[in-house]
C-alpha cells in the first residue's frame, strides 16, 4: 500500500495493519498517532525510535503472535502470511537442522521462558540455528536486549514491505 493510502485509513484499520509488524500496543498507537507521514522513511523513523522504549512485557506481548522457527503459522492472517514469508527458507532445510532447531527452541523456551526470536529473513536455516545455539549462552538481560533488537528488525522489516512511499513522493 502507498503511504497516503496508510496515513488516510481509520485509526482501528491503521492500528491493525501496523499490530502485524510488532504487536506492542503503545507502540501501535504512537505510529497510528504520529500519521501523517511524508515519506516511509519518516515512519520507519518514527517506529524506531519508539521500539527503543520496549520492554520485556512488550517483547512477551509480541511474541504470543509469533510461532517458533521451523514451525508454520497455524493461524491465517496477515501475521501468519509474515511469518510464512520470512522463514521460507525453513521449507527445504535439512532434516538434522530442523531437528536441531526444534531441540534448541525447546531449550531456549525452557531457559527463557519465551519462544526463540530472530529476524528469518534473508538468513538460511543453518544460519538461525548458529544463533540459536548462540544465544542459549547469553545471560537472561543480554538474551532481552537481542530479542527485543531482533523484534525491531522484524517490525522495520514489516514496514517496509507494507507500506512505500507514494510514487510522486518517490520520484522527489
Not at 526444534?102 to 548458529?130: C, D, Q, T, W
Not at 514491505?161 to 507514494?166: L, S
Request: net charge negative; no cysteine.
Amino acid at each position: 500500500m502507498q503511504l497516503a493510502e496508510f496515513n488516510a485509513l481509520p485509526a482501528p484499520e491503521a492500528a491493525e495493519i501496523v499490530a502485524v509488524w510488532a504487536a506492542v500496543p503503545a507502540w501501535v498507537d504512537t505510529l497510528v498517532a504520529a500519521r501523517p507521514y511524508t515519506r516511509v522513511d519518516g515512519l520507519a523513523q518514527t517506529a524506531r525510535d519508539a521500539a527503543t522504549a520496549w520492554t520485556r512485557a512488550d517483547l512477551d506481548a509480541a511474541l504470543a503472535h509469533h510461532p517458533r522457527i521451523g514451525e508454520r503459522p497455524t493461524t491465517t492472517g496477515a501475521e501468519a502470511a509474515a511469518s510464512r514469508s520470512e522463514q521460507a527458507s525453513m521449507t527445504d532445510a535439512a532434516a538434522d537442522i530442523t531437528a536441531r532447531i526444534a531441540a534448541g527452541n525447546a531449550a531456549y523456551e525452557e531457559r527463557f521462558g519465551r519462544v526463540f526470536l530472530i529476524r528469518a529473513a534473508g538468513r538460511s536455516p543453518a544460519e538461525m540455528l548458529s544463533e540459536l545455539e548462540r544465544r542459549l549462552g547469553n545471560d537472561d538481560e543480554t538474551e532481552a536486549s537481542e530479542a527485543l533488537d531482533q523484534l525491531a528488525q522484524i517490525a522495520l522489516l514489516r514496514l517496509r514491505t507494507t507500506v512505500t512511499d507514494d510514487e510522486r513522493t518517490a520520484e522527489t
